[in-house]
C-alpha cells in the first residue's frame, strides 16, 4: 500500500471516529440536557406562600411569624375571592339556606323549652307562625323566576310575623331573606341549574389554587389542605380557571379544533364576574411567589404519595440494593471467574457451564424477578414478603453473568510471564492467583463491576415483585432483611404510568430521573477512580 493512501485511510478513520465522538456527545446532550434542566426544577424554583406555610406546619421549618404575617397578607388579597362566592352561592345553592331556616326553627323550639312554655295555647300559636315564616322561605328560594322570588320574599320581610319573633332565632330567617333579596336583583334564577354546575367547577379551581376556603373543614389529605405550592404550577392552574376548554364546531373534514373560552362568560352579570379580573391582575399577591433552593429535596421524606417533601426513602432504598447485589455478586462472580480460567478444564461440562453464563445474561430481567418471588421469597423464605435482601439477591443472579465473563477475561488477559515467574519462584498455584494474577486482572474486573453496578442501580422488573414498593418511610439498615422499600427506578415507573395527577408532580418525577443518573454517575466514577489507582500502582 503506497504511504499517501495509508495516510488518507489513517485521516479517514480518524476522522470518522471523530465524528462517532461527536455524534455519542451530541445524543447525551440530547437525552441529558432536558433531563437535566426540568429535573434541576425540582430543586430551584419559585415557591408560594403555601409553600411556606406548609412547610412550616409539617417540618417545622421557617419563621413563624414572618410565615403567619405572608399568610394574612395573602388572605387579604383574596377575601373579595371569598366574599363574591359566598355572595353569589346564597342564590344558586339551595340546599344551605334551606338547612338554615330548619335549623332556626328548631332552635326556636328549643328557645320555648328553655323558657317554661312550650306546650302552652300561645307556644303553638308562636310554632305554627314560625313554621309558616320557614315554609315561606323555603318555597321563596325553590323558585326559579325572579319576580315571583322577588315578591314571596319582600312579602316574608314586610310580615307582621317578624316583630312577633322578633329576638328569638327566627331572626335569622329573616336576615338571610334580606341578604337573598338582594342575591335576586344580580342572578337569573332561571339559570340556576347551569350556575350550580359552573359554580362547583370554579370553586374547585379556586381550591386547587388557593387551598381550602376559610369556612371549609380541614380536609384529610395533605394535598388538599394548601392550594399550588410551586409558582409554575399556580399560573397553569389560573389559566385554567380564567379560561375553560371547549370544542369549535366541526369542520368540512370533521374535525373540532380545541379552543379557550373565558370562564367570565359564564358568570357575566353576576357577583361572580369580578373574580376573574382579580385573579388575572393580582394572582402575585395572592400566592406571594419567592425564588427559593430546596437542596433537601435529596434527603427530605416524601409527603403524601410525593405531592411534597423529597425523595430520600426512594434514594436510600436504591443504594441498599445496590450494595446488597455488590455484595453478594462481587464475591460469587470473581470466584467463579477464578475458577473457569484458572482450574478448570475444556471438558463439555465446562463449555456447558459457559454456555449457560451467557445464555442468562442475555434473559430479560422481569424473569430474574419473577424467579426472585417464587424463589427467595416463596421456597427459601428469606422474608415472609417483599424484602431489600430478596431484591439484592435477584439482582445479585442478574449482574452475576456480567461479572463473570468481564472477570475472566480480565484475568485470561494477565501474561503467562506472571505466572511463570511466579510458580518459578517457588509459589504455590494458589499463591499464585491470589498475589499475582488478581492483583494484576483487577482493573479489568472493576470494569465488570461498574458495568454491573450501574445496571443494578437502574433496574426496575426484577424489583417489582421482590423489592420495591411506591411509598414508605425510610428504612434502618437491619429492617432491609425484611422489609420492602421505595426505590427510584420502580417509583419513576410508578409516576409515570400510575399516579392519578402526575402532572401535578412531574418536576418531582424529573427530579428523581435525574437524582438516579447523578448516583449512577457518582457510583461509576468512584469505581473509575478506585481502577485507576491500582492500575497506577502496578505499573509502577
Given amino acids: 500500500m503506497r504511504l499517501s493512501t495509508r495516510k488518507i485511510l489513517d485521516q479517514t478513520f480518524t476522522g470518522i471516529g471523530g465524528l462517532a465522538t461527536a455524534l455519542l456527545i451530541i445524543s447525551l446532550l440530547i ?36 410565615v403567619e404575617a405572608e399568610r394574612q397578607r395573602a388572605l387579604r388579597a383574596r377575601q373579595p375571592i371569598y366574599d363574591a362566592i359566598k355572595e353569589f352561592e346564597a342564590g344558586i345553592i339551595v340546599k344551605p339556606l334551606e338547612e338554615a331556616a330548619k335549623q332556626s326553627y328548631r332552635e326556636f323550639k328549643e328557645e320555648l323549652r328553655e323558657k317554661g312554655v312550650y306546650g ?41 310575623h317578624r316583630e312577633l319573633l322578633a329576638g328569638t332565632a327566627m331572626d335569622g330567617v329573616f336576615r338571610m331573606a334580606g341578604d337573598y333579596l338582594k342575591t335576586i336583583e344580580t342572578v337569573d334564577l332561571s339559570r340556576r341549574s347551569a350556575y350550580t354546575a359552573s359554580l362547583l367547577e370554579l370553586k374547585d379551581l379556586i381550591r386547587q389554587l388557593l387551598g381550602p376556603f376559610p369556612d371549609d373543614p380541614r380536609p384529610i389529605l395533605v394535598r388538599d389542605q394548601y392550594g399550588e405550592t410551586r409558582w409554575d404550577r399556580a399560573r397553569l392552574v389560573a389559566h385554567e380557571l380564567l379560561y375553560k376548554e371547549t370544542y369549535a364546531e366541526a369542520d368540512s373534514s370533521g374535525m373540532r379544533q380545541g379552543i379557550e373560552v373565558p370562564r367570565v362568560e359564564q358568570f357575566r352579570g353576576t357577583p361572580v364576574e ?10 402575585g399577591e395572592m400566592m406571594l411567589p419567592r425564588l427559593t433552593f430546596y437542596w433537601r429535596f435529596i434527603t427530605d421524606d416524601s409527603i403524601d404519595a410525593h405531592f411534597f417533601g423529597g425523595i430520600w426513602p426512594s434514594v436510600l432504598g436504591t443504594l441498599y440494593l445496590a450494595l446488597f447485589a455488590m455484595l453478594f455478586a462481587i464475591p460469587l462472580g470473581v470466584a467463579a471467574a477464578v475458577y473457569l480460567a484458572e482450574y478448570a478444564r475444556g471438558t463439555p461440562l465446562i463449555r456447558i457451564i459457559r454456555s449457560c453464563i451467557d445464555t442468562l445474561a442475555a434473559v430479560p430481567s422481569i424473569v ?14 428469606v422474608s415472609d414478603s417483599k424484602s431489600v435482601l430478596a431484591g439484592g439477591l435477584t439482582l445479585a443472579l442478574l449482574i452475576l453473568p456480567i461479572i463473570i465473563r468481564a472477570s475472566e477475561e480480565a484475568i485470561h488477559a494477565v501474561p503467562s510471564a506472571y505466572r511463570e515467574a511466579s510458580l518459578a519462584l517457588g509459589a504455590s498455584k494458589g499463591k499464585c492467583v491470589l498475589s499475582v494474577v488478581l492483583p494484576a486482572a483487577l482493573p479489568g474486573i472493576l470494569t465488570g463491576v461498574i458495568i454491573s453496578l450501574g445496571r443494578a442501580a437502574g433496574e426496575t422488573a426484577p424489583i417489582i ?5 411506591s411509598v414508605g ?17 420502580w417509583t419513576i415507573y410508578n409516576l409515570a404510568t400510575e399516579h392519578q395527577l402526575v402532572d401535578q408532580i412531574r418536576h418531582v418525577q424529573y427530579g428523581m430521573v435525574l437524582t438516579l ?10 469505581a473509575i477512580l478506585l481502577r485507576a489507582r491500582i492500575a497506577g500502582r502496578l505499573r509502577s
Fill in 31 to 66: 437525552v441529558l440536557g432536558p433531563i437535566i434542566v426540568r429535573g434541576m426544577g425540582a430543586i430551584v424554583f419559585r415557591e408560594t406562600i403555601e409553600r411556606r406555610v406548609l412547610f412550616l406546619e409539617h417540618f417545622g421549618r421557617g419563621n413563624s411569624e414572618t
Fill in 120 to 160: 302552652s295555647e300561645g307556644s303553638e300559636k308562636l310554632i305554627e307562625t314560625a313554621k309558616s315564616v320557614r315554609d315561606d322561605f323555603i318555597a321563596a328560594v325553590r323558585l326559579e323566576d325572579n319576580e315571583e322570588a322577588r315578591q314571596l320574599t319582600q312579602a316574608l320581610i314586610e310580615s307582621p
Fill in 274 to 283: 369580578p373574580i376573574f379580573g382579580m385573579v388575572e391582575s393580582n394572582l
Fill in 368 to 381: 430474574f424477578g419473577l424467579f426472585g418471588l417464587a424463589f427467595f421469597i416463596n421456597v427459601i423464605g
Fill in 465 to 469: 415483585f421482590t423489592a420495591a414498593v
Fill in 473 to 489: 418511610l425510610p428504612l434502618r439498615a437491619w429492617e432491609t432483611l425484611s422489609k420492602p422499600s421505595p426505590v427510584l427506578p
Fill in 517 to 526: 443518573v447523578v448516583i449512577v454517575l457518582l457510583l461509576n466514577a468512584t
